[in-house]
């Protein structure tokens, strides 16, 4: 961490005031797990538990159960990809922003691929933390500068490959609104909430509200896979 800068209270995880936003923190060197969690709470963050193994994070954050998970990947006893899996599937409205030291593409990839909402490099500064795990909170996609586009590269390409739906299959798929659609087109181009508000002239909760209502009604988890989904049909090209 390269800048002791302190942000302002977290706010609730949806920005409403309603309380800070609870986070965990797990990494298996104890003295950078305590620094980030002391500037975590020291800005405004609950942090409601920490962890130094795999095994000892899932078992912590279902206890714990806080709103974001600040996760390494390198972990002893279970590893950083697997504990995202687990974490999320007991709990999917936890949001998870891996924090580590690996900017290997193959790295960012799989984390994403299980479940985690952004990717921050440990060379980030405290600043740059706070606003990721504010910004996570809320389901937008975080990450280090450069790796964004590496995860919507990796969508298109996985999009190209798949074999054409089979014919009356889009019948089946869920009916969203016209406003939903326009989010969810925003959202495969990468705006972030407050960006498609003020391209919409909405407010940010009413952003929200589409975007969790379009991934219940497609079944989705999370933003990451709301992307994916909104890639695989064509909207970030419309």
Known sequence: ?????????????????????????VDDHPMWRDAVARDLSESGFEVVATAGDGDQAVRRAKAAAPDVLVLDLNLPGKPGVQ???????????????????SGEHADVLEAVKSGATGYLLKSASTQDLQDAVRRTAVGDPVFT??????????????????APAPEGGASKAPRLTDRETEVLRLVAKGLSYKQIAERLVISHRTVQNHVQNTLGKLQLHNRVELVRYAIERGLDDE
Do not use: F, H, I, W
Request: hydrophobic fraction near 40%; charged fraction near 20%.
């Open 1 to 25: 961490m390269t800048d002791t800068t302190a942000g302002e209270p977290g706010g609730g995880p949806d920005g409403s005031g309603q309380g800070p936003v609870r986070v965990m923190v």
């Open 83 to 101: 504990v995202c899996k687990e974490v999320v599937a007991a709990n999917p409205a936890l949001r998870v922003l891996v924090l580590s030291a």
């Open 145 to 162: 500068p450069g790796l964004a586009g590496l995860v919507l590269g990796e969508y298109r390409r996985l999009a190209s490959d798949q």
